[in-house]
Every structure is written in structure tokens, then in C-alpha cells.
């Protein structure tokens, strides 16, 4: 025992006293420790994790572009609506979550409770629609169509109101200039997807959860430049979600405008006389069937045929592009989308695919002259032509005895043809040569024509329709062969494969399917058979034989002007090929043309025409489809433009097709019944070369015609 | 003048009152100045993060911002008088006063089980004595425990009769402390009293085996209270959290994601006091009281953070020397079972807010913004100082 004299105390005492101190100091240097970790070693990320805790983001959209036709006219603009909108975060505030003021609200807009507040409530995968799919941050609109009495009650009596707002907005419209709706070539908006969303995140455009973006058309080639860039209030914010004070925020960017090719007064005579033809084409019986034509569908496409630019272009079955403003309900939805409605959303122009008929030929010309057949020798137009049991016969079986192939377009003879693609089969090896072996002069053609290939319009989902070549059989083979083969095999053991004529075809396509048979390439020549073209892709091979030879990318969009106007960005006219011809066999062909216009099979049409100040070529096409009534189609160009139209189940290229054509050029060119010109009625009689005059303040001019004019060609029945 | 320790300076002819007080010897030069004035920082320090923790919730401040500002001067103040008053009276005399304190101590923390109770945050650890005024018995009860054992232990040894406490002692001071400890429901007083225990066990020279055996029953029980489910709910969640912060960012582990977010977002600097995120946004739960140090660690960063740590430092260092110095057993065990409890408490809420300690509802002595606490610990700082008075001069 050893007593510290000073505090009388023991050793133990001293030693475990002295134990608690350092203790008592470890401790306080742990913590010291680790406030140095969690401060300076990794502050950086919890930093990080502070703002991103506190600040909440509200998106200011920025106004849309406006898509504006050639000259000026807006075709789609935004509109400014009085649109009530409410503030989730103030009406949770309040002690009944705001109930009583919705209930006010619904009041004032004449709307029922459960209406306003299924509008506000949060989207989740138990509520059905409608809710609120955005930020619950961002103001809920309760409808955009307040009337100036309604916004101004919710806005003087802002205290019953709180958490309400009631004020301009942009919305999106489709004025339809002329009545020219221009539906599938504009497209449309509809809100954002959270995956479009996530997909665009580390883009240079990413999106908010509040955009609308362009599901089709225009609106969604353009979407980028259209769009703009969104501003975004950023709020700091506490746990609560209540608003302390604002962090940096930007400001929105506009949208740019962009100027298309489109005339919408072209337009809406285009978009008339379609729908013209098709109904003309109903009161009408189809011989063969020995019913009224179905005339189910149909598109036209006006084109610059020196540019490629895209004058007027309109399908039919269309619908309001206007359907779609301010949300779109299941029902008009389900309207647009099904089958009932015949898919009035598909731009047929770009997304119809058809066999081409006889408009064809111009194709299998050249790819005869490259075959080494001159365009000037003779070739025997028979009334029929036989491939073994099976005969192959002349259109109303006429013959025209031995012919140019310039004259077999003018009388659209098919057995001259016939023979050229069975002469050109046996040449190239016939059913058993492999695919890539042969030289396939008329195929090959084909596919440098632009055809089985986008033609890179500036419009989205274009569809390439097909050349079906021996590649393609062998494709197709490939990927039929096991169903064709099981439906063979099925047919045998019921024993109905004699009787039955797809089981027939059935087993045929299972054996010798990837074989391309002397009976393709005879059809294949006229346009027939397994081809499929679309209406651009014919526009934009027949504008080449316009302009001797070209190629060119079709586009609808013509400028991008930036929002204040002061930047124009031109998009000029680009190439993508030439024809599979040469200058001298192509000026052959439009001669051959010419004289379809003026004495062969169009003639009929453009008999009061003046032919000689505007000359005017043509190619007629009546394609047969299995099960179903000819398709009618019309090719036709002037110098500057050319016009292609197709009507699904309407008989002739000429009949059902023709009336509608000529209407379109006499008002384009201001051409009276009896064939005088009258300049000051024509639409266009050149081409718009210029872009609409932009003022000082950055607002595109619009030049506008009078719309009787427009209505006096829209409704114009001549011929 | 009355207290005993004033003898020295009472003798010679009368001075003037300046000399009076700094005569050698006197009352003003005895005390433990840093003692006095490390807390008053603290207390400083406290007043300006309550300032900022609470200015904008109107919910509680009832719209005057500088509220809980005033009412933590106020707490101060009061807390000084305390101290002032015990130095006063003297540690001394508080031991024939024992079992009175002791009985009153009791009594408050069985009126909490009494309709006067109130539950705040889980914990029902509250009275209501007026409208208004809501005490916590539990902060006074680690006083209590601290006197009570201080007493019994002390009692044969400074008499001289034996040199370490017997085995008797021993159990009777920790019955006297496992009363008052059972009655308590709140998780963290308990840890802290049991900390205390060992505290005073240690100083007081009990045989190892005793605080051994305490060490081993205190970690048996944390075991047993476990594995039989004798905590709430939400206490167990609290340790779950603690253990794995991620496993519920939303509910049980957000307040510790929080915590420790703003205190990581601080830096080096700090976001300036009244400017951090955290704070501001009310990110973090109970921040003028258990999670004070998180509002340091933001607005103040790892140099205000290490200044809290470092005053910490201060005031245990001049606490253990004032244990070490102390001429008896009694003053010692005091000292030491102060220094146990300042110490654990101050670990226990600077480690949770830091994510290294269970949450467990203690406030950080001297900054925490509460009433009861800040008292609580006044009057330890007044035990100190009076046990360091006494100490005879060293030559």
C-alpha cells in the first residue's frame, strides 16, 4: 500500500484514474477522427448529396417552333389558351389537402369534383388515367380552355384560390390554311415517356418530364429544332417540399421554326381531289368483281421535280391533326389507331406500299436498254404471250404488232415486256442460278431507280417497299419455308392438297420457293407480282426523268429560322443518284411519256390541255393484287413538277386517278376548262424558290392568297 | 460568508473588495477559471447552432426566430446560477442532503409514469409541471447517482477505516443505483448511467472483479434485452439502422443519411453559419437538441466541428485533473463519475450524428438546446468547482 502523501489516496485509484483520462481522450479522438473522414476525405460526395437533396426543379417549356408552308403561312403554330392550372405543393399545405378549393375551382369552370381532382392527382401503377403523369412540383393543369370569364373570377377572388393559377399558355395548333390539314405529313405531339426520358438523359437534347415531342411527321423530324430548350426554375427547398428561395435557374429557349416546301394552297387542292377521286371511284362498278370500287385508300404526292421538294403530299383516310391537342382521350385514340378507321395516322405517301403496275415500265425500259435491247429496235406487242399451258395476255388483249419500246409505253403494251423479262431470265440462268450470279439487268434497274430503298425523305418510318429479285426469293424462302412447309405438310395428311389452292401454293413455295420462276420475271416486268413500291419512291424516279437523270432526296423542310429570326439555315436539295440511263435513253423515255399525255393511254385526260406551253408526260399503271380490286396509278411531271397518284381498289390509273391529277395542274398552272391560262388564277406556276420575307423583328411574313381562289380550284370539276 | 473555504482569506486586516477577491486563496482564485469558461463557449456555441437549427421552424419557434436563442441564454444563465449555488453550498454538505436529493430524484421519475408524464420523440422521459414547463427527471437522476454512490463508497475509506470499499459498499451503492436506472425507460439515460456506474466503480478502488462483473453484466444484458425483445420497436430500429444506414433510406435510416450528409457536405469550412442546405431544408430530425453537432458540422465545418471537440477536450482534461488532485475519495469518485458522464454523453451524441454510435436520444452537454440538461450539467460543473476549491493549496 502505498499512500500518495498530497491526496491520501491509493495507487489503484491513481493508476485507474489515469486509465479513464486516456480513455476519455481516445474517445474524444475517435470522433476527431472521423469527422475528418466524413468532412475532408469524403466530403466532396456528401456535398453531392446535400444539393441534390434540396433543390426542385420546375420546367418552363420553351415555346415550340412554328412549321410554317412556303410562303409563310404557319401550318402548325402554338396558340395562347387560358389554361388553370394547380399547385400540388400549396394545396397539400392546407389542412383537407385542398379539397374545398378544388371543389371551388370546379364551381367556376362548370366541371364535376371528381373530374378536377382526378385531373390533380398523381399518376402510380394504381390509379387509373386520368392523373397527373409529370413533376408534382410542376403546376397540374386543370383544363386549357378557361374562358376569359373564368380565369379572371379565379384570378380576382385569388384568395378562395390559393394554390390555383389561371394564365396564358402555349398551345399547339393546326390552323389547316385553305382547309389543308396537311395531317400525316405534320404529325403530331404527345407527352413524353419516362424511357424516352431516361434514353435522352446524357444526350445533347435531353428531355423533361413535362415535353411534349413529335410522334410522327414533321413534328418528329424536326422535333429537335422545334423543341427548343426548356427553362428550369430551380427552388431550394426544404424536407417538407416548401420553397426557402430560388438556386440558379435558366431561362427558356424558343424553339425554331422551320419553313417547309409545302404550299398549303397545293395542298388543299391535293388533299380535296383525293378524296374527290376515292368517292367517285365508289359510286363507280368495278367490272372484274362486279362491285363498287372500294377505293379504301390513297396518297398523292406533288413534287418540284428539279429539287425533289415537296409540294403538296396527302393521304387518304386522314384526320384532325387538332384530335391530339390537349391530350387525346382512349376512345378518339382507338379511333385513329384501329383497323375500323383504315390506319388514318399511316402517311400512305411514304408508308403505302403497292405493286406499281405499268408505271413500272419505265423501269424495265431502262433496265432493257442496259440489257442491250436499243430503245428504237422493234418489239413484237402480241395480244398474248405463252410460258407454257399458262398464257400471259395483253391489257383488253389488243395487239399493236412489232413496236418501240418508246411505243410500248405509249400504249402500255405488257407483252413486250413480258418477253424482255423472260428473255432476260433465260439469260441470266433461270430458276436454278444462285442469287448474285446474274447480271438481272431489269432487278437491277429497279433498285437503282431508288426502288426497296428509303429514298431519305425528311419525314420518319418511310418504308422501303421491295424488288424481288433472286436474293430476295432466297430471303424470303428462309424465313417462310418452315410455316409454308408445316401447312403443306398439314394439307397432305387431310388430303385436300389437290383440291386446295393455297395448300397447293403452300407446297409449291415449300419445295421451289427460292427459286425466281419464269412466271416472276414475265409479271415482274410489268410491275406486277411481288414488287412493292411506295407513291415518293415513283415521284422521285419519275421528277429524275424530268430533270434528266437525277436523283434527288425528297425534303419537306426547306429552312430552320432560328427564334429570333435572324438565322436561316437553308436546306438545300441533295442528290442521291442518278438514273440507271443514259441522258439519251432518258429523253427517249419522256418523249415515249409525252405521247401518253398527248395521244396513249392518259390522252383522254388531257385532251383540252395545252399541250404545247406547258408540256405535260404521264404514265398510267392499273396494278392487280390477289383478293382484291386494281390499284390505280398515275405518274405524271410537267418541268418543274411532278405528281404521283395511287388510290387502293379504284380501277384504272387513268380513271380513277386521272380527273384528280389534271385538276391539280390546272390549278397549280391556272388552266381553264377549254385550256387557256389564265396566270392570275394559277397557284403556282413556278416553283417557290424564295423563303417567306422574315420582318425586322423576326416574324415570318406570311403571303396569302384569297381563299375563294383556293376554294374555286379545291372544288374545281373539270375533265 | 458561510462556506468553510473561505477560512483563509478571512484572516488579516480588511482589504478592499478587488483585493479581497484576488487575494491569494480567495474564492476567485481557486476556482477553476478554464472550467468556468470552456462551458460558456460551449454554451455560446450552442446558443448560435440552436439559433440556426430552429429560426425557420415556425412550428415550434411560433414565429419568432431568435426564440430558442433566448430561451438557450436564459438555460445558461440559470445553469450558472446552479453551479454558483452548489459552489456555495459545497459538495460537502450536499452528502448529509444525499438522501433527500435521492428521494426527490425518484419521486420526479416515478411522476413520469403519472398522468403529469408526457411522451416526447418515443421516449417517455417528461414532466409536465406547467404549461410550458416540461422537465426531464432522467437528466437529474446521473447527479443523483453519481452523489448517492459517491456517499456510500467514500464513507469507510475517507473515515480511515478501510482503504478500499468493501464488498458491502459496493452493493449497497449499486442497488442505490440500479433503483433509479430501472425506473428509467430511456434507452440512452441508461447507457449513460451505466457508464457512470463503472465511472465511480473505478474510482472509488472497488475490487476488479466488481467492475469486471459490471462490464460483463452490462454486455449480458445488452444481449438479453436483444435477443428478448425488451426494447420498443423503434429503439430496435434505431440500432438497425446504425448498423446499415442504407437499408431504409426513406424511413429508420433517413435521419442517419441525413445526419450524416450534412455533416459531410460541411468541408473543411463550413457553409457559414444560417446557409447550410441540411439545416435550412430541415433535412435532419431534432436538430437543435440530439443532432446539434450535424448544424456544427455543416454551417461550421471540420474547424468548427473540432473546435466543439477540442472545448470537449478541455473541459474533460480539467475534470480529470480536478479527479486526480482531489484530497478524498469522496471528491474523487464526484469528479470522476462527472468525467465519466460528460465524457460517454458527449461520444454517444457527437457519434451518432458522425454514424458511428446507435441514435439514442442524449443531448450533447452544454450545446444542446433542453432545459433540464443544461442544468444538470451546470451543477456537475459546480460539484467540480467545489471539489477543486477545497483541494488545500499546493505550495
Known amino acids: ?719 | 460568508m458561510s462556506v468553510h473555504s473561505f477560512d483563509t482569506s478571512a484572516v488579516g486586516p480588511p482589504k478592499s473588495l478587488w483585493s479581497r477577491v484576488t487575494a491569494r486563496g480567495s474564492l476567485a482564485r481557486r476556482l477553476d477559471w478554464p472550467l468556468m469558461l470552456v462551458p460558456l463557449l460551449l454554451c455560446a456555441v450552442g446558443a448560435l447552432l440552436v439559433w440556426s437549427a430552429t429560426r425557420n421552424r415556425t412550428e415550434l419557434t411560433g414565429g419568432d426566430p431568435q426564440q430558442f436563442l433566448y430561451k438557450h441564454v436564459v438555460n445558461t444563465a440559470i445553469g450558472v446560477a446552479l453551479a454558483i449555488g452548489v459552489v456555495w453550498i459545497g459538495h460537502q454538505r450536499l452528502r448529509s442532503l444525499m438522501p433527500v436529493l435521492y428521494t426527490l430524484a425518484l419521486v420526479l421519475i416515478g411522476l413520469v409514469y403519472t398522468p403529469l408524464g408526457a411522451t416526447i420523440n418515443g421516449e417517455r422521459a417528461w414532466l409536465n409541471l406547467a404549461p410550458g414547463l416540461q422537465i426531464q427527471p432522467s437528466e437529474f437522476i446521473k447527479v443523483t447517482i453519481i452523489l448517492g454512490m459517491a456517499v456510500l463508497l467514500s464513507a469507510k475509506v475517507d473515515a480511515g477505516d478501510r482503504e478500499h470499499p468493501d464488498h458491502r459498499t459496493v452493493v449497497q451503492a449499486l442497488a442505490l443505483a440500479a433503483l433509479p436506472v430501472a425506473v428509467v425507460g430511456d434507452l440512452g439515460q441508461v447507457m449513460v448511467c451505466v457508464v457512470i456506474i463503472l465511472g465511480v466503480l473505478l474510482a472509488s478502488g472497488a475490487a476488479n472483479r466488481w467492475v469486471f462483473g459490471l462490464i460483463v453484466t452490462g454486455a449480458a444484458g445488452a444481449v438479453a434485452v436483444w435477443l428478448f425483445g425488451l426494447l420498443d420497436e423503434y429503439q430496435l430500429n434505431r440500432f438497425a439502422a446504425f448498423a446499415n444506414p442504407a437499408l431504409d433510406p426513406s424511413g429508420v435510416g433517413y435521419n442517419t443519411n441525413q445526419a450524416r450528409i450534412a455533416i459531410g457536405s460541411g468541408g473543411l469550412f463550413g457553409t457559414g453559419l444560417f446557409e447550410g442546405s441540411q439545416t435550412t431544408g430541415q433535412f435532419v430530425p431534432e436538430q437543435q437538441t440530439d443532432f446539434i453537432f450535424t448544424v456544427a458540422g455543416e454551417e461550421l465545418g471540420f474547424v468548427g466541428g473540432s473546435l466543439i471537440l477540442l472545448l470537449l477536450a478541455v473541459l474533460l482534461w480539467r475534470a480529470c485533473r480536478i479527479a486526480r488532485e482531489a484530497t478524498d475519495l469522496y471528491s474523487t469518485i464526484i469528479a470522476a463519475g462527472i468525467v465519466a458522464w460528460f465524457a460517454f454523453q458527449s461520444f454517444e451524441n457527437i457519434g451518432m450524428s458522425l454514424g458511428i454510435m446507435p441514435v439514442a436520444g442524449l443531448p450533447l452537454p452544454f450545446v444542446s438546446y433542453g432545459g433540464s440538461s443544461m442544468f444538470a450539467v451546470w451543477i456537475a460543473i459546480g460539484m467540480l468547482q467545489s471539489v477543486r476549491i477545497q483541494r488545500p493549496l499546493s505550495a
Open chain 1, 1 to 719: 500500500m502505498s499512500n500518495i502523501p498530497e491526496t491520501g489516496r491509493t495507487s489503484r485509484v491513481t493508476i485507474r484514474l489515469i486509465a479513464i483520462q486516456i480513455l476519455v481522450f481516445s474517445l474524444i479522438l475517435t470522433l476527431g477522427g472521423r469527422l475528418w473522414f466524413l468532412q475532408i476525405r469524403n466530403g466532396d460526395e456528401y456535398q453531392e448529396e446535400a444539393a441534390g437533396n434540396h433543390v426542385q426543379q420546375v420546367v418552363q417549356p420553351a415555346p415550340r417552333g412554328t412549321l410554317y408552308d412556303a410562303r409563310g403561312v404557319p401550318l402548325a403554330d402554338t396558340e395562347t389558351r387560358l389554361v388553370v392550372s394547380a399547385s400540388r405543393t400549396e394545396l397539400m399545405k392546407m389542412r383537407d389537402d385542398g379539397e374545398a378549393v378544388l371543389g371551388r375551382v370546379a364551381e367556376v369552370l362548370g366541371m364535376t369534383g371528381e373530374e378536377v381532382a382526378h385531373k390533380v392527382r398523381l399518376c402510380n401503377n394504381e390509379t387509373p388515367q386520368p392523373c397527373w403523369n409529370g413533376s408534382p412540383y410542376q403546376p397540374i393543369p386543370i383544363t386549357d380552355e378557361a374562358t376569359t370569364q373564368q380565369a379572371l373570377t379565379i384570378r380576382e377572388r385569388g384568395e378562395d384560390f390559393p394554390g390555383i393559377t389561371a394564365e396564358p399558355a402555349a398551345v399547339r395548333r393546326y390552323p389547316a390554311p385553305y382547309k389543308a390539314n396537311t395531317a400525316q405529313v405534320l404529325g403530331y405531339l404527345s407527352p413524353v415517356t419516362d424511357e424516352e426520358v431516361q434514353k435522352a438523359k446524357d444526350t445533347d437534347s435531353p428531355l423533361l418530364r413535362s415535353d411534349q415531342v413529335g410522334r410522327s411527321g414533321l413534328e418528329r423530324s424536326y422535333d429537335t429544332q422545334l423543341r427548343g430548350d426548356a427553362g428550369v426554375l430551380r427552388y431550394e427547398v426544404d424536407k417538407l417540399g416548401r420553397v426557402l428561395g430560388m438556386a440558379d435557374s435558366d431561362e427558356p429557349v424558343a424553339g425554331s421554326s422551320v419553313v417547309t416546301s409545302i404550299d398549303s394552297r397545293v395542298q388543299a387542292v391535293a388533299e380535296y381531289q383525293l378524296n374527290q377521286a376515292m368517292e367517285t371511284a365508289r359510286k363507280e362498278t368495278d367490272s372484274i368483281t362486279g362491285r363498287p370500287y372500294e377505293a379504301d385508300s390513297g396518297a398523292v404526292v406533288v413534287m418540284e421535280s428539279k429539287t425533289g421538294r415537296i409540294v403538296a403530299m396527302a393521304s387518304q383516310p386522314d384526320y384532325d391533326p387538332n384530335a391530339w391537342v390537349g391530350g387525346i382521350d382512349a376512345e378518339q385514340y382507338a379511333e385513329l389507331t384501329g383497323e375500323n378507321s383504315n390506319y388514318p395516322l399511316l402517311n400512305r405517301a411514304i408508308q403505302g406500299q403497292a405493286a406499281p403496275g405499268s408505271i413500272f415500265k419505265v423501269v424495265s425500259s431502262m433496265g432493257a436498254v442496259n440489257a442491250g435491247y436499243p430503245f428504237d429496235d422493234t418489239y413484237s406487242c402480241s395480244s398474248s404471250y405463252s410460258l407454257g399451258s399458262h398464257s400471259f395476255a395483253n391489257f383488253e388483249s389488243t395487239g399493236h404488232g412489232p413496236i418501240t419500246l418508246g411505243k410500248a409505253l405509249e400504249v402500255s403494251c405488257n407483252t413486250v415486256f413480258y418477253r424482255l423479262g423472260h428473255t432476260e431470265w433465260r439469260k441470266d440462268g433461270g430458276s436454278k442460278v444462285k442469287p448474285g450470279e446474274a447480271d438481272e439487268h431489269l432487278y437491277k434497274a429497279a433498285k437503282d431507280f431508288g426502288l426497296s430503298k428509303k429514298t431519305g425523305i425528311d419525314l420518319p418510318n418511310e418504308v422501303t417497299g421491295r424488288i424481288p429479285d433472286r436474293q430476295w426469293k432466297q430471303d424470303y424462302w428462309e424465313a417462310n419455308k418452315d410455316s409454308w412447309c408445316k401447312q403443306a405438310k398439314a394439307a397432305k395428311k387431310t388430303g385436300d392438297e389437290q383440291k386446295d389452292y393455297v395448300a397447293k401454293l403452300a407446297r409449291e413455295n415449300c419445295e421451289t420457293g427460292m427459286q425466281l420462276r419464269a412466271g416472276d420475271s414475265i409479271i415482274y416486268a410489268i410491275g406486277q407480282g411481288d414488287i412493292l413500291v411506295t407513291p415518293i419512291q415513283m415521284a422521285t424516279g419519275y421528277a429524275a426523268i424530268s430533270n434528266g437523270g437525277t436523283l434527288y432526296d425528297p425534303t419537306v423542310g426547306k429552312a430552320i429560322i432560328s427564334p429570333d429570326g435572324r438565322e436561316v439555315e437553308t436546306i438545300e436539295p441533295t442528290a442521291h443518284g442518278k438514273l440507271p440511263a443514259s441522258k439519251k435513253t432518258v429523253s427517249q423515255i419522256d418523249q415515249a411519256l409525252q405521247d401518253v399525255a398527248t395521244r396513249g393511254t392518259a390522252s383522254w385526260r388531257f385532251t383540252t390541255w395545252p399541250h404545247d406551253e406547258i408540256p405535260i408526260h404521264a404514265k398510267t399503271g392499273t396494278a392487280q393484287v390477289y383478293g382484291k380490286q386494281t390499284t390505280s396509278w398515275l405518274a405524271t411531271y410537267t418541268d418543274d413538277y411532278t405528281i404521283v397518284m395511287t388510290i387502293s381498289q379504284a380501277g384504272t390509273g387513268s380513271g380513277a386517278s386521272g380527273p384528280a391529277v389534271r385538276n391539280l395542274y390546272d390549278a397549280i398552272y391556272g388552266v381553264e376548262e377549254d385550256g387557256s391560262i389564265d396566270r392570275k388564277k394559277a397557284l403556282l406556276p413556278k416553283p417557290e424558290k424564295d423563303l417567306p420575307r422574315i420582318s425586322p423583328t423576326g416574324t415570318v411574313q406570311a403571303e396569302r392568297t384569297d381563299p375563294k381562289l383556293v376554294k374555286f380550284w379545291r372544288e374545281a370539276e373539270f375533265s
